[in-house]
């Protein structure tokens, strides 16, 4: 994307989250909620965040927002329409497992990109708790067969990930695979 049309993503993002009454003020993600008898202030919930159909719904029918909202048109209305919901995700569980392997191999980087971006949002959230984050079948997310993007977003994940109290854990069946990328240096000093 060019700057142009990042910049009308990310006005449609808070015009979409303004909707649902989210905005930059930290406040605007707790809500008001009984909890045993009494009146309390409570993280919003799933189901009070936007989706990608709100988002779909707000870039309207100008020529600049056409082509991104063909782009989601796979994920409102397509075969990807499972993206299309409110998580059952319990990000705050001691152990958390993703397992994705039925998305099936042209959608799964979409899948990893949803749940990496929750985990890193997660480990980052402190760095005084010890975490660690283990990627099986690693050589599907940079792989040869990889988006570069996802590729760089985990290679990132391991250059920083002891910065917030972490470690990450990169398995795979054939080392080679780390090296069949467009810039195969990238993991070698990972590689003991």
């Given amino acids: 994307?060019?700057?142009?049309?990042?910049?009308?993503?990310?006005?449609?993002?808070?015009?979409?989250?303004?909707?649902?009454?989210?905005?930059?003020?930290?406040?605007?993600?707790?809500?008001e909620k009984i909890v045993n008898d009494k009146l309390e202030k409570v993280f919003k919930e799933s189901e009070d965040m936007p989706i990608l159909e709100d988002m779909y719904n707000i870039?309207?029918?100008?020529?600049?927002?056409?082509?991104?909202?063909?782009k989601l048109?796979?994920?409102?209305?397509?075969?990807?329409?499972?993206?299309?919901?409110?998580?059952?995700?319990?990000?705050?569980?001691?152990?958390?497992?993703?397992?994705?392997?039925?998305?099936?191999?042209?959608?799964?980087?979409?899948?990893?990109?949803?749940?990496?971006?929750?985990?890193?949002?997660?480990i980052k959230s402190s760095r005084k708790i010890k975490k660690a984050i283990y990627?099986?079948?690693?050589?599907?997310?940079?792989?040869?067969?990889?988006?570069?993007?996802?590729?760089?977003?985990i290679y990132k994940i391991f250059k920083t990930i002891r910065k917030y109290g972490g470690s990450a854990v990169a398995i795979t069946q054939d080392v080679g695979d780390l090296f069949s990328l467009e810039n195969r240096n990238l993991w070698k000093k990972y590689i003991k």
């Fill in 1 to 31: 994307m060019n700057e142009e049309e990042k910049a009308i993503i990310e006005e449609k993002i808070i015009e979409c989250y303004k909707l649902k009454n989210i905005t930059f003020d930290d406040e605007s993600l707790y809500k």
């Fill in 59 to 70: 870039l309207g029918d100008t020529e600049k927002t056409k082509i991104f909202k063909i």
């Fill in 73 to 122: 048109i796979p994920f409102i209305k397509g075969s990807l329409k499972f993206f299309n919901n409110y998580t059952n995700v319990q990000i705050d569980n001691k152990l958390i497992i993703a397992d994705i392997y039925e998305l099936g191999e042209e959608n799964i980087k979409y899948g990893m990109f949803i749940f990496i971006e929750c985990f890193w949002d997660k």
């Fill in 135 to 153: 990627l099986d079948e690693i050589w599907r997310l940079i792989g040869v067969t990889s988006n570069k993007y996802v590729a760089g977003f």
